[in-house]
């Protein structure tokens, strides 16, 4: 700080003013350092005039102007040459400072306020200074303590820089930039709340995690009509996944629904599983189907979570987005999301819960339609249940898009 405050003596424009500049941007996190730079600011006043650095200057003139007695003094110097003041930015920062100086030292800021503020309502031809002087003015004028509290609400502490933020959550938040992330330095799904239903109906079109980063647009996404999945070998009929089932050998495709089908124990396997590929309850996870999740909770378990396994698959056959998601229902694994159809990657995000355990699980996939790979990344709240839930999710392709296990 020491070398910094030299700077100011060695009346030298841009050295001062990039000077002020870094001071300004220590003093939102260091206030204490008011005390010791405040007193050199007259000296810079004529010393400034690049529009950033003299910004800097009048900002801390506003900030922290009941502790310099000069203060007041020295923004009128400058409103009462405000039409010779080029920059919109000095213009603006002015007129916010002398605002907030007002409510700190009103008898001696009374006056030159309103010449500044008349001359942002008449003579200002900057939209922004414009509407900031007309909208200063209403509030004084409707109620004079709501407009000291909107002017000079109590500002958050600055804990860190942008440039001390963790690698990772500074690369994504520049993928929001075009929001309020960059203000709250917070990813949309952590102050958004659901408000575009694509998936159940509920959940909400932004669903972000450490590896979700490339999810496409919300209004992108489209809406995913649920369908409860078919039992094999239940009573209602045996629907389509019992119809396939019983027509490896040609067999009448009622069969699968008989009552000797119907009637058998969940430890049986159907007779036309003719290479074991249908497996009983016991060979895999007992996944809820009624589990729903939303998308907040979706985002934090993925971001707690340690970092997940990631699968490739080599597909013979691509699904269609929404065979794929039928196929993971019957599963009892559920789609959180996915992206349109017809392109050339298609992304799946999906969980499921173990019913007896209550482990979660989560998948993000894409499919890649040139080349026909699926990659998958596995994450799960019980780490020795991951394999299991993996080799769960291969199974399903297999048969389908994936070639037999021979």
């Known amino acids: 700080m020491a070398k910094l405050l030299a700077f100011f003596t060695m009346e030298t424009d841009y050295i001062t003013s990039e000077s002020l500049i870094v001071m300004q941007a220590l003093m939102r996190k260091y206030t204490w350092m008011a005390e010791s730079v405040l007193p050199q600011l007259p000296s810079c006043m004529d010393l400034v005039h690049d529009s950033e650095g003299r910004a800097a200057l009048i900002w801390m003139l506003g900030e922290h102007g009941?502790?310099?007695?000069?203060?007041?003094?020295?923004l009128e110097q400058l409103i009462d040459n405000i039409g010779e003041e080029e920059s919109s930015t000095v213009r603006l920062e002015l007129l916010v400072s002398t605002m907030k100086l007002f409510f700190?030292?009103?008898?001696?800021?009374?006056?030159?306020?309103?010449?500044?503020?008349?001359?942002?309502?008449?003579?200002?031809?900057?939209?922004?200074v414009h509407d900031r002087g007309i909208l200063y003015y209403r509030l004084l004028k409707t109620n004079m303590k709501e407009a000291q509290r909107v002017v000079c609400s109590q500002k958050e502490v600055v804990e860190q820089f942008a440039e001390d933020q963790v690698v990772e959550l500074h690369d994504r938040l520049f993928q929001h930039f075009n929001s309020l992330s960059a203000v709250y330095s917070k990813l949309p799904s952590l102050f958004t709340s659901p408000v575009a239903p694509y998936t159940l109906?509920?959940?909400?079109?932004?669903?972000?995690?450490?590896?979700?980063?490339?999810?496409?647009?919300?209004?992108?996404?489209?809406?995913?009509t649920p369908a409860m999945p078919t039992m094999v070998g239940s009573g209602s009929g045996g629907g389509a996944g019992a119809a396939t089932a019983g027509s490896l050998l040609d067999l009448d495709?009622?069969?699968?629904?008989?009552?000797?089908?119907?009637?058998?124990?969940?430890?049986?396997?159907?007779?036309?599983?003719?290479?074991?590929?249908?497996?009983?309850?016991?060979?895999?996870?007992?996944?809820?189907?009624?589990?729903r999740m939303t998308p907040q909770i979706f985002q934090e378990q993925w971001m707690v979570l340690p970092e997940g396994e990631t699968q490739r698959y080599d597909l013979v056959v691509v699904p269609l987005p929404s065979e794929?998601?039928?196929?993971?229902?019957?599963?009892?694994?559920?789609?959180?999301?996915?992206?349109?159809?017809?392109?050339?990657?298609?992304?799946?995000?999906?969980?499921?819960?173990?019913?007896?355990?209550?482990t979660l699980f989560f998948i993000e996939s894409s499919i890649t339609n040139s080349t026909s790979v699926l990659m998958a990344?596995?994450?799960?709240?019980?780490?020795?249940?991951?394999?299991?839930?993996?080799?769960?999710?291969?199974?399903?392709?297999?048969?389908?898009?994936?070639?037999?296990?021979?």
Do not use: H
Request: glycine share 6%.
């Open 66 to 74: 009941e502790n310099l007695d000069e203060a007041p003094y020295l």
């Open 104 to 128: 700190k030292r009103p008898p001696e800021c009374q006056l030159m306020l309103g010449r500044l503020l008349e001359y942002a309502v008449d003579e200002e031809t900057n939209m922004d």
């Open 201 to 224: 109906g509920q959940v909400s079109a932004e669903v972000d995690g450490p590896n979700l980063t490339e999810l496409p647009p919300a209004d992108q996404l489209r809406e995913v």
């Open 253 to 291: 495709p009622v069969a699968s629904s008989s009552p000797q089908v119907a009637a058998a124990g969940p430890e049986t396997v159907l007779t036309g599983d003719l290479m074991g590929l249908l497996q009983g309850p016991s060979a895999a996870i007992d996944l809820d189907p009624s589990f």
């Open 324 to 358: 794929m998601e039928q196929t993971m229902l019957g599963c009892d694994i559920i789609t959180m999301a996915s992206s349109p159809p017809n392109q050339d990657v298609i992304k799946f995000f999906f969980y499921a819960k173990q019913r007896s355990t209550g």
């Open 377 to 406: 990344t596995f994450k799960c709240t019980d780490a020795s249940s991951l394999a299991k839930f993996r080799e769960q999710f291969r199974k399903s392709l297999v048969g389908k898009w994936m070639p037999l296990d021979l």
